[in-house]
């Protein structure tokens, strides 16, 4: 089953890149960790949307804070 889009990652500063922003999040409506190489991005739900190029309405997924993974 392919996934579209739904949500939009603001925030985390430059240690997120730009193409894992927009992205397909299984339950958008609770909390959301990325996983980046030794790390997790975590982010919650907002009640803002944005209109993204193709004309979908993505929820924005707002930064909260980052964990490291033990080594």
């Not at 240690?15 to 980046?36: H, M, Q, S």
């Not at 907002?46 to 930064?63: F, I, Y």
Request: no cysteine; aromatic share 12%; glycine share 8%.
């Amino acid at each position: 089953m392919e996934h579209h889009a739904n949500v939009i990652l603001r925030g985390g500063g430059p240690l997120v890149p730009d193409g894992e922003r927009i992205r397909y999040v299984a339950n958008p409506t609770e909390r959301f960790k990325l996983f980046l190489g030794n790390r997790y991005e975590h982010y919650e739900p907002t009640a803002s949307r944005q209109k993204h190029d193709d004309g979908r309405e993505l929820l924005v997924l707002k930064w909260v804070y980052r964990t490291y993974v033990a080594e």
